[in-house]
Each structure stands twice: as structure tokens, then as C-alpha cells.
């Protein structure tokens, strides 16, 4: 299957179309319409198969974690998505491989509005690059230097279900087809929280999505703030099948699994009630799990008292 | 080594700090300036060792032509190049070897003023994905789709040197050690053709670069415009190398062969002029050599003979 085709076929027809697109997919470049009110936010990301999803990956879900992962990104800016380019290197043009894939793609942009602008594709072992973009407003993205000492942390939902998932796949827990079900949608179909993201724009000092897991993130946050921070171990948001099958392990995989996507977040005390009014308007649930101080180290607590437990988040390489 | 060592060792130290990047490498997304007075071309590439460039490539040329193949795509388009995104998938993180891909890539982005805003690195066969963007006058890009029959098809420079090149690594061909080490500069670093492409902007009816071969783009040309041609062969503008080597074979390697970067373009005997005195401004040289037709094909004549000639473009899959 030549090429052209392949890109005309899936990708031209998409629903999605964007009044600030004047030329999509089919030219040497997308042209964007640009504009004083607004920035542009930008993010890259690869998945490689067999590092950042397991090789027996259903199509659709690998198209979709493609664009989520950017999506993600996006989110923690406070960015609104706008645009994406996809480039998919694969072994062989699988024409229902390349359906099911393009289902992925095209349900979360379709959701999140969208518009595939660009794309290559090239023959090779499997692997997707997603640049996708988003708009934010002037001086109102959010980053992960703004966190000062005396900010609450705050994650979204629950961590750790897509590190259990992954457990199971690996053979290292076992859990009931229902729990197995529930996690695995939660690794396979991550949803990037791109409302809440632009909920907590003008409110938080920073923030950043959870992909390489809890500790890591935090690490960012901490490095790029110039501070250090308290996690209120018993506070972590933990699903049933957290608690459940993994029982005391369950904070141990919950802080240092990444692929969650949920967003890690901090917020002044003066701030706290505004976000809190501003995040009540969408339908994410948060929990705040300890503070930002002084120090230039991550330290935990179990119910109050002091406890050391392993960090080591998720690294390529 | 880790991911974020390597990416912030390499490319947070660059020397191209552009005004319109208002946040660089380091957070979830780059943010950049937006602005009511230009729009934005954007466009993706992915290149697969083995594919788009023979496994025993230099690092330092494989860097340059990762760059080189989206700012040949904005060239097309008549955009100032801007941004770049690169996302590098690589077996091993051989310090040597990205230090070289780093210098091709960065003498690149130097000369044309681009600005690296993001990446990703991970581990698995080598390829790399860039997406590029540059900056449009508003109304004034260049897309395939407007050449109207009675306009002149022009070339820049020579064709079918890369495609030399690879006949000789290929061992289809011998050439003398100079001729080589000519045309394998062509090959590994080619030039993209920025200055002609803005150049040729307000006056120029379409464009593409040359990177699947100089009828196959012809052809998408058209497609997009709903037209046909007439290439006069023994105008094709050819080297030295070309000539003395392949002899009458040579047009048919000119023609075929992908990997030139150089910009094919139509223009209307009404802009010809204008055209000519904007060229004139730059270093490039232009060549005519054909004309568009009411027709819905592609015809070649030698010497004005009509004659058959095979076409086939260089196409993945």
C-alpha cells in the first residue's frame, strides 16, 4: 500500500475540522491561523512498543495513548488542544490494525476537538511520535517553577491503576477478570483531564501530568521550583483494586508507577477556595496529599509520623 | 543514562534563543507567541535507518537531515522556519554518536534561526521524527494546487545527485573517490532552499520540494492544481557527476530518484518577470523546464520529440 493512500484515506477524512486550520493534511505544510489573544503551547512525545505499551496492545488503544500522552501534556499547561501531527512508523500497512488504531486517534480528538494537521508514514518497528498543540491564554499557562513553600499539593483521581495493570500483565499479581478489566482500561485509555487543566489556570502555582509516577513528577516540580515538599502517604488516592490486591505494597506502586496522566498540582493557601470553586464546575475529583516547603528533598509521612519508602520513577534509558 | 540527563545536556544549551519562545525545553509543552500577523506552517517528517538514509550514515549527517527534510517542506511553502520538535527513538545512548546527530542538527537550526522548543528520547531502533514550524504571511503561502495550464515549471539547482550518491553506496555504480564524496555531500546534507521558497512567495502559482522524485511530485502537483505537464527533458538541470557518469541514462535517474530538496514551481508568464528579479536577489539558480497543460498527465519530450520515459517515484510500503 503506497503511502499517499494510506495518509488520504485515514487522515483526510477525519470529522474534526477547525476554523483556525486554513490548510490541512495534503500539502507540504499545515497552515495555522495565528493570533494576538492567544500562545501557543507545544509537546512532543514517542511511544515505543514493548517500552511505553506492551506488545499485545489492542490497536485502538494505542491510538488513543498516542494522543493522550500529548494531550496530557497539554492539560498541565492549562492549554485548550487545538492540533495534532502524527507520525507512525509500523512493520507492515495492516489495513485493520490501521483502522482500529485510527478509531483511537480519532474518538479522543473528536472528544477533546482536535484537528490532525500533519503526519508521515514510514515502515520500520513500531513506533508513534504525537506533536500535538493547544492554545492558552497570554501569561496564564501554568508551569512546574511556580510551586513556593506554604502551596498545598494536589493529584487528580486515583494513581497507581495503570502500574497494577501492568502487574498483571507481567504475571506479578493476579488479580479478578473484573478488577484485571478495570485497570487495564485504565492503562489502555488513560483520559487526559484537559478540563481540569484549564479549571485550575489563574489559580495554581504549578503543575505537571503524572507519566513517569508521583515521586518523579514531584521531583520536577520540586527541582524546577527550587523547593521541597511533604507527601502525606495515607492521604493517596487509591482505587479499590489498589487497596485491595496490593494491600501495604499499594503506596509503594502507587508513588513510583507512572502512566497515570492524572495531574499533580500546587496552589497557595490564599488560592485554595477560588480553585476549589473552579474545580467544582467540572466533574474531576482531587485530593490534596501534602505541601510544598523549604527544603530541596521529598519527604513522607504515614499518619503523621516520618517513613521512608523507595522512589524510583519511570526512566527510558 | 537518563532521558531527562541527555535532553537537557544537549538541548537546553543551544544558541538559538528566539523573541517568540516564551518557554522553551524543561516543561510539559513549549509556549510560544502567537500573533495576528502571521500564521503558522507546520509539518512533520519521520526518518528510518535503513529507509531514508543507508544504515552506515554519519550521526552528524543523519542530525543535519532531520532538520533538513521539514525546513525543505516550509521552504515549499514560502515560511520562515521558526520551532522545531525532535523526537529521537535510538537503540543505545551513545554519548559520541548524539554529540555528532547534536551538531548537525544545531549547525542547521543555527543558519536558519530555529529555534529547538521540545523533544523526546527513547530507546528502540533508530528513527527520528521532527516537526517543524515557520512563520506565513497571511494569504501569501504557496500550497500545490495553484498551477493553471499555460504556466512555466521551474526546478532549482540540479537533480538526481542524491540519487547518484546511492547508486554508488549501493554498488550500482562506480564513481572516481571525488565524484563520490561530491555528490554524498548532496546526499547527507542536503541544503534546503528556504531563501528561494520566500523568494518565490506572491509570485509563484504552487510549489514542492523534491523528496519522492521529480515526477512524482510533479504529479502531486497535478493532482492538487487539476493539470497536467510537459517536462522538456534535455532542459532537466544535471551535474557534472550526472552527465560524465550515468550519460543517457542519467535522465531517468533525474527524474526518479528522490532526496534532492530541491523546489519544483509554476508560475504564470504574467509573473515571470517579477519572479525572475525576486529570484535574482538570492544565490539560487532556476531552471524552466516544462509547461503546465489542460491535460491530465504527464508528457516528456527530448529535444522537442515527445518521448516515453519510465515513472517512478521513490514511495514507502
Known amino acids: 500500500m503506497k503511502e499517499f493512500d494510506l495518509i488520504k484515506r485515514y487522515f483526510s477524512e477525519q470529522v474534526v475540522k477547525r476554523k483556525d486550520v486554513l490548510l490541512g493534511i495534503g500539502d507540504d505544510c499545515a497552515i495555522l491561523k495565528s493570533n494576538d489573544a492567544q500562545n501557543i503551547a507545544v509537546t512532543t512525545d514517542t511511544l515505543v512498543a514493548g517500552v511505553h505499551f506492551p506488545h499485545n496492545t489492542s490497536a485502538k488503544a494505542i491510538g488513543h495513548k498516542s494522543i493522550a500522552v500529548s494531550l496530557s501534556d497539554l492539560a498541565a499547561m492549562g492549554a485548550e488542544p487545538a492540533w495534532a501531527s502524527l507520525a507512525i512508523t509500523m512493520p507492515t500497512a495492516d489495513e485493520a490494525w490501521i483502522n482500529d488504531f ?93 478540563l481540569l487543566g484549564q479549571a485550575l489556570r489563574g489559580h495554581v502555582s504549578s503543575a505537571i501530568d503524572i507519566s513517569d509516577g508521583l515521586f518523579a513528577d514531584l521531583q520536577h516540580i520540586c527541582t524546577a521550583s527550587n523547593v521541597g515538599a511533604t507527601v502525606e502517604l495515607d492521604k493517596l488516592p487509591l482505587s479499590d483494586e489498589m487497596k485491595n490486591s496490593l494491600g501495604d505494597k499499594a503506596i509503594e506502586v502507587a508513588v513510583n508507577a507512572g502512566d497515570d496522566y492524572e495531574l499533580l498540582f500546587t496552589v497557595s493557601q490564599t488560592n485554595k477556595v477560588s480553585m476549589d470553586t473552579s474545580v467544582g464546575q467540572t466533574t474531576n475529583r482531587i485530593t490534596c496529599i501534602g505541601q510544598i516547603n523549604h527544603s530541596n528533598k521529598i519527604t513522607t509521612t504515614l499518619n503523621q509520623e516520618p517513613i521512608n519508602i523507595t522512589m524510583n520513577g519511570f526512566q527510558h534509558f
Open 102 to 194: 485510527c478509531e483511537g486517534v480519532f474518538e479522543l480528538c473528536e472528544y477533546a476537538n482536535v484537528q490532525l494537521i500533519g503526519g508521515d508514514t514510514t515502515q520500520g518497528p513500531l513506533s508513534i511520535t504525537v506533536t500535538a498543540q493547544g492554545l492558552t491564554i497570554p501569561e496564564k499557562h501554568i508551569t512546574r517553577s511556580g510551586a513556593k513553600p506554604g502551596d498545598w499539593l494536589y493529584v487528580s483521581a486515583d494513581i497507581g491503576d495503570a502500574g497494577l495493570a501492568l502487574m498483571h500483565i507481567n504475571g506479578d499479581i493476579t488479580l479478578t477478570p473484573e478488577s484485571a478489566a478495570k485497570v487495564q482500561r485504565k492503562l489502555d485509555f488513560p483520559k487526559p483531564r484537559i
